[in-house]
Structure formats: C-alpha cells, structure tokens
C-alpha cells in the first residue's frame, strides 16, 4: 500500500517552460488536492478535486491546470513556468471517518525551483 | 475568508521544559487538526479535533479546542529534541459549496535544544 506518490521529487525548470508534477494515490479516496508550501507561509490550496471529472480552484490556482480522468491520478501542470512558482507541492487524498474527520493523507513532496 | 493564524511562529526550549502553542482561526468551525513535518518530509496527522472541549493526548505532545474563542492550543510537556519539527494547525474550509479542504497556519517552527 504506497499511499500517496509523487513525482518528480526534484525539478529545475527554465522561465517559460512547462512541465506536469504527477500525483498517484491507491486508497481509492474520491478527494484529492494540491497545495504548495512557501517558507514561512504555510500550505496554500492550489486546486482540489472531488472525484474523477471534477475539479474546482483553490486559493491560488493562477498559473496551474488539473485534470482528474481516474480516481487514482490528479496530475498538475504548470504551464510557462515563473519564478514566483519556485516552490515545494504537495499531493494530498483524503478519507472522512466515522467520526465526521477529514484526514488528509500527503505525498513526500516535489521541489520545484523555476530560474 | 477564514484566517488561520499561529503563534509563535518559531519556538526554542530547552528540553525538560513546558511550552504551548496557539491557533486561533476566524470563523466559525468545529473541526481542527495538528500536523506536523520534520525538515524536508511530509505532513503527518497528529490529532484531529472536532468539538468543543475536545482533548486529545499522545506522548508529551496534549491538543485542546475552544471552539467559542476560536482557539486551538497544542501544549509541549517536558520537551525532548526528537519533538523539533514544524507544527501545524488546519481548520475545515468550505469552497465552492465542498467541504473538508483544509486551510492551514504558517506553522511553528520549533527546535528543541539539549
């Protein structure tokens, strides 16, 4: 059981280009989400989805596309990639329990550094 | 908009001390959770709080919720260096008409030093 898997975990891109960060989780959990995480600023939502075919924006979806075709997967692409996108993503899936709690399961993670 | 704020955001003791750290979240909520990252990792649910009152204990690490003063406070007892790590708080948000996308704090960064 791998949870969720995230790749690359270390990119390097050139202003203007573009790329995808892919996201896989195998708990077949309907809701999955992209955050990014700035020194000193916390984790910002960037897109989240509720099941496969249905996305929605979060607080900072500027910049970035998603896209959900099956449960498992939930790429994010950047395209024309800018230094204010320099950053750490997270991929994260989530399962309610019993009690009514949202828990959040993340990825290990990709540094991506835009120059 | 709900607002999540932490403080402090960067914390040193000296092991064998107490210490507490507080999140305070604008609207209305029952729901917050405690996770924590150790450097270059990823997050890790700590504690999951969802009424008032509600405590929750593991090791020297104790949670709590005040859901009418919107507050949130993780206490540190007898701190040992293997708790050095970021903490964070999060609090159920609703977008778009979906709940259970999670706003987050800045996280504290504390160190605990011999």
């Known amino acids: 059981n791998a949870g969720v898997t995230q790749t690359p975990k270390f990119r390097i891109l050139k202003i203007g280009q573009s790329m995808t960060l892919q996201c896989t989780q195998d708990?077949?959990?309907?809701?999955m989400y992209w955050y990014r995480q700035d020194p000193g600023m916390g984790l910002k939502l960037i897109y989240y989805?509720?099941?496969?075919?249905?996305?929605d924006k979060g607080e900072v979806p500027n910049g970035y596309n998603v896209s959900r075709s099956t449960t498992e997967d939930f790429p994010l692409r950047l395209e024309l990639a800018a230094p204010s996108q320099t950053s750490v993503y997270f991929c994260?899936?989530?399962?309610?329990?019993?009690?009514?709690?949202?828990?959040?399961?993340f990825g290990a993670g990709s540094r991506l550094t835009v120059l | 908009e709900l607002k999540v704020e932490q403080n402090p955001l960067f914390l040193s003791m000296q092991e064998g001390k107490n210490y507490t750290i507080y999140c305070n979240y604008s609207?209305?909520?029952?729901?917050l959770y405690w996770y924590r990252q150790d450097p270059g990792k990823s997050l890790e649910s700590l504690f999951v709080?969802?009424?008032?009152?509600a405590v929750k204990q593991e090791g020297r690490l104790m949670a709590s919720l005040d859901t009418k003063a919107r507050l949130s406070t993780l206490h540190i007892t007898a701190a040992v260096h293997d708790l050095s790590a970021t903490y964070f708080c999060?609090?159920?948000?609703?977008?778009?008409?979906?709940?259970?996308?999670?706003?987050f704090g800045k996280g504290t960064k504390l160190s605990v030093k011999p």
């Open positions: 989805s509720v099941g496969a075919g249905i996305t």
């Open positions: 994260a899936s989530r399962r309610t329990v019993s009690s009514g709690a949202n828990v959040l399961t």
């Open positions: 609207t209305t909520s029952d729901r």
């Open positions: 709080l969802l009424s008032n009152g």
């Open positions: 708990m077949n959990h309907n809701y």
């Open positions: 999060a609090v159920d948000a609703n977008y778009g008409g979906s709940q259970g996308n999670l706003i």
